[in-house]
């Protein structure tokens, strides 16, 4: 299959009991959601952290290029 790498554009904390429109891309984005405060003591607080990027290329795990999101790559290096 083929991969992507994607830059980071941005990032923010949502109410999750508030509607929110995502961004509609002219191109290839993803964006990441998880909880927040990340230090919680109770997990299932309303509060999300959200973080958007953007594809910037696709990337060949032989060649070792970066090939996932946030550039991160298993063999150790890293596209920040």
Known sequence: GNAR???VTGSTIADARKPWLSPVP???M???VTCYPFDAI???GPLCYLVFA???GTGNPASGQPYSAYGYNPRGSTNR
Do not use: D, I, N, R
């Open 5 to 7: 790498t994607f830059k």
């Open 26 to 28: 002219s191109h290839p």
């Open 30 to 32: 993803l964006t990441l």
């Open 42 to 44: 109770t997990p299932g």
């Open 54 to 56: 953007e594809a910037t």
